[in-house]
């Protein structure tokens, strides 16, 4: 197993890339997706493996709902597979699951499906997994300010102690710390509405390499580019 000193407590990843890896290879966009699919499994027992604590995947956005129907669909049907047949692996791996975003806009089934998988590997403590589906930073911070309104609202919150720890136990991300390192593969320079709030110090990570050939080679390489960065947080 590769040794590494520095190990990033919470990575985040921007999956990117799976439609320029199908173009390229003269194949329709599903293609990408289906082999991205199998990045996700490899990228998420690599990173188990290796000690990291939380995992967090970009898996669906607020404005995936713009993409043709077609392709939504089947994004849909692979999410619904995915969890239905990586739950052994998780149970195998002490892998625990859990989502950030609103999962009361996808299909039911696989609103269930999530639910299920989220109870019974809610003992697991090798590593959480969290994708982010139908997520987008924008409404996480839009929907933290709703509530902490509504607490000021019924007096049970003073505006005066409003602080960042009050905006960060009201995102969808309270129970987990921010992301140390974030990576963003296909070589795009952007966080696309992806954990805005979480990522203030962050470090960044661009990888030319697409979502679906991004495997544990490429994981490597930027943890051991993590490893080089003195992490400041603002100071000397």
């Known amino acids: 197993m590769e040794k590494f000193k520095k190990i990033p407590e919470h990575i985040a990843i921007i999956m990117d890339g799976n439609g320029r890896w199908a173009k390229k290879r003269n194949l329709p966009r599903i293609f990408g997706h289906r082999e991205g699919a199998k990045s996700v499994k490899e990228i998420t027992k690599a990173c188990a493996e290796i000690g990291v604590k939380y995992l967090t995947l970009f898996a669906f956005s607020t404005e995936n709902w713009k993409r043709p129907d077609n392709e939504i669909k089947f994004l849909m049907n692979l999410l619904n597979d995915y969890l239905k047949k990586e739950e052994k692996t998780l149970l195998n791996n002490n892998i625990k699951f859990d989502t950030i975003g609103d999962i009361s806009k996808l299909p039911e089934k696989i609103q269930k499906k999530i639910n299920?998988?989220?109870?019974?590997?809610?003992?697991?403590?090798?590593?959480?997994?969290?994708?982010?589906?139908?997520?987008?930073?924008r409404n996480e911070i839009t929907n933290a300010v709703k509530k902490i309104s509504s607490l000021v609202k019924k007096g049970e919150l003073k505006i005066s102690e409003i602080d960042e720890s009050t905006i960060s136990k009201n995102l969808y991300t309270a129970k987990y710390p921010d992301p140390d390192l974030l990576i963003r593969t296909s070589g795009e320079v952007r966080v696309s509405n992806f954990l805005l709030w979480q990522i203030a110090y962050t470090e960044l990570y661009i990888s030319k390499v697409l979502w679906p050939d991004f495997r544990k080679k490429e994981l490597y390489k930027a943890i051991h580019e993590y490893?080089?960065?003195e992490r400041r947080y603002g100071g000397l």
């Open 116 to 137: 299920r998988l989220k109870k019974i590997t809610k003992n697991c403590k090798r590593m959480t997994l969290i994708l982010a589906l139908n997520y987008g930073a």
């Open 227 to 229: 490893e080089k960065r």
